[in-house]
Nanobody, 124 residues
Framework: QVQLVESGGGLVQAGGSLRLSCVASGRTFSHYVMAWFRQAPGKEREFVAAISWLSATTYYSDSVKGRFTISRDNAKNTVYLQMNSLKPEDTAVYYC?????????????????WGQGTQVTVSA
């Protein structure tokens, strides 16, 4: 059974940084695309970033491009999201997701497994 466990969320002032981590277990981590999504109160879950299995392909939403960096360590079964220059509008629950294959995709339905989420709150 696949499990994804996120950590690293918290409260930070605008302009600050946070690093989220997601540890996966249950199947060969390196074979699958990994992604981060987020969901703010009253809004739908939205794509943030994704990374292919050899880190050859990364993709970011326009709202985080240039501020966030996704990376992965296949030896540690871990994917990271480095978030810099945080804004109040980045406040959300952040979810780690594992895809059905190695293809980078942008919609929630393309991801098979999800973590429980970690709260990120950015104060003005």
């Amino acid at each position: 059974q696949v499990q994804l466990v996120e950590s690293g969320g918290g409260l930070v002032q605008a302009g600050g940084s946070l690093r989220l981590s997601c540890v996966a277990s249950g199947r060969t981590f390196s074979h699958y695309v990994m992604a981060w999504f987020r969901q703010a109160p009253g809004k739908e879950r939205e794509f943030v970033a994704a990374i292919s299995w050899l880190s050859a392909t990364t993709y970011y939403s326009d709202s985080v491009k240039g501020r966030f960096t996704i990376s992965r360590d296949n030896a540690k079964n871990t994917v990271y999201l480095q978030m810099n220059s945080l804004k109040p509008e980045d406040t959300a629950v952040y979810y780690c997701a594992q895809g059905r294959d190695n293809t980078v995709k942008l919609t929630t339905g393309d991801y098979e497994y999800w973590g429980q989420g970690t709260q990120v709150t950015v104060s003005a």
